[in-house]
């Protein structure tokens, strides 16, 4: 195993990269509230990097701030000869190289990258080895149980990958026929317990300190990664990273410091996108950051429509009087 996974690995809790959602603004916010959690890019295909570095615009993907250390940048793609290419140029960037072997996305499986490659081993240990030669940072692997229920292959998948030369993976406890529907199977994760030696993460609904606990209970795993569960929370990693430290629980952020988060987050969004595009990228989080006020729906339907800052700003002082 690389040794500076250890020293890289602080925390037994990632954020897990999610397209369009763990950006530049997300990441930043998670590790206001977590100082030394793994922080993860946004996918980017080694196809588009390529476009890019021959003249193509750049991309506020790489953007990173200092204290954004550790940070894992995730690549995705199926050709061994782009993936080392692009591994060759975020290692001016990233701590650590993930390879994402888990989208279940049609376009992505389509294409076969993503999750169409568990169902070719093969392929998928010569792209572990080709980015190995493209860098000299660690490199993980995040993949799901298997491609169907009829395909479970992913303990010896990961020890296929251990066997390339992948030093951590992390394993999103569905198929990817389910998506991200039903509940994922932390116990069956616990599969790999024992059939590895590097490290590995479970992934999928873990969305409080308690889910936390009785994920790594139940599937045995090193740590967890988070993805939906700090789209409304970014304190969210934080608290259980403190949580599995020290076993103190840190309070859950009241529904007006959520409101504070929020218009924190919009704003680093305009700030970084330009107002209207912010505004609109902002829309997927309200249903997460607004759960559990009295009356959220009403409010959402607004917010999802409404393109003035004024307007939406007060709405949600109205929402914050109203709750707390």
């Given at each position: ?37 793994l922080l993860t890019t946004e996918m980017i295909s080694s196809e588009y990097l390529a476009q890019t570095l021959n003249g193509r615009s750049g991309t506020e993907i790489f953007k990173r ?62 792209l572990v080895k080709a980015v190995k030669e493209g860098t000299n940072k660690p490199v993980s692997v995040k993949f799901r149980l298997g491609y169907t229920l009829d395909e479970i292959n ?19 406890g569905r198929t990817r026929s389910q998506l991200y529907s039903g509940h994922a199977d932390w116990k069956m994760i616990g599969r790999l317990k024992g059939e590895i030696d590097i490290p ?125």
């Amino acid at each position: 195993m690389h040794n500076s996974v250890k020293n890289l690995i602080q925390s037994r809790v990632s954020l897990a990269p999610m397209a369009g959602i763990t950006d530049y603004v997300l990441r930043s916010l998670v590790r206001k509230y977590s100082p030394d959690v793994l922080l993860t890019t946004e996918m980017i295909s080694s196809e588009y990097l390529a476009q890019t570095l021959n003249g193509r615009s750049g991309t506020e993907i790489f953007k990173r701030d200092e204290n954004h250390s550790p940070i894992s940048y995730q690549i995705s793609g199926h050709k061994p000869d782009m993936m080392r290419k692009a591994a060759e140029f975020l290692t001016n960037y990233a701590d650590m190289i993930d390879i994402n072997m888990g989208c279940p996305v049609n376009k992505v499986v389509k294409g076969q990258d993503g999750c169409a490659l568990m169902r070719n081993p093969s392929l998928a240990m010569e792209l572990v080895k080709a980015v190995k030669e493209g860098t000299n940072k660690p490199v993980s692997v995040k993949f799901r149980l298997g491609y169907t229920l009829d395909e479970i292959n992913f303990v010896e998948f990961g020890q296929k990958m251990q066997s390339a030369g992948a030093d951590f993976i992390t394993i999103h406890g569905r198929t990817r026929s389910q998506l991200y529907s039903g509940h994922a199977d932390w116990k069956m994760i616990g599969r790999l317990k024992g059939e590895i030696d590097i490290p590995f993460f479970a992934n999928g609904d873990i969305t409080s300190i308690d889910d936390a606990i009785q994920c790594l209970e139940e599937s045995k795993a090193d740590g967890i990664a988070i993805g939906r569960g700090a789209m409304g929370d970014p304190t969210l990693l934080g608290r259980i990273s403190h949580y599995l430290k020290t076993n103190e629980k840190i309070e859950l952020p009241s529904l007006e410091e959520r409101v504070e988060i929020l218009k924190s987050h919009l704003n680093q969004e305009m700030e970084l996108r330009g107002e209207l595009v912010g505004i609109k990228f902002m829309r997927k989080f309200y249903p997460y950051y607004l759960a559990g006020f009295k009356n959220a729906k009403v409010l959402r339907s607004k917010l999802v429509i409404e393109e003035n800052y004024d307007n939406i700003m007060k709405y949600l002082n109205e929402l914050t009087f109203v709750n707390i």
